[in-house]
């Protein structure tokens, strides 16, 4: 095997899926800005996520209301200030 090939802060992580409130824990090298109190007791790395395979269509078989609108408002209020932001004329 080559040497180096692998990353040096492989660790355990946890993800949550915070569309259905369910989180599960594994290996991962992804990078983390919080961290949670898992059951065991010990604190770890925390991986955000609004979809897995515990809320995806495909996996549970059940369709599910997405709030788009919401979410398009949401960014148009973050960048109404921005140069990016739409001119009225």
Do not use: Q
Request: proline share 4%; charged share 35%; glycine share 4%.
């Amino acid at each position: 095997m080559k040497k180096d090939l692998h990353p040096g802060n492989y660790r355990l992580v946890v993800f949550k899926d915070f569309s259905v409130d369910e989180a599960f824990i594994t290996r991962s090298c992804a990078p983390t800005r919080d961290t949670i109190v898992w059951e065991d007791g010990k604190e770890y790395p925390l991986v955000k996520m609004e979809i897995s395979s515990m809320s995806h269509p495909f996996f549970t078989g059940k369709m599910k209301f997405v709030d788009t609108a919401g979410r398009i408002d949401k960014f148009n209020k973050k960048f109404a200030n921005s140069r990016f932001a739409k001119k009225e004329d």
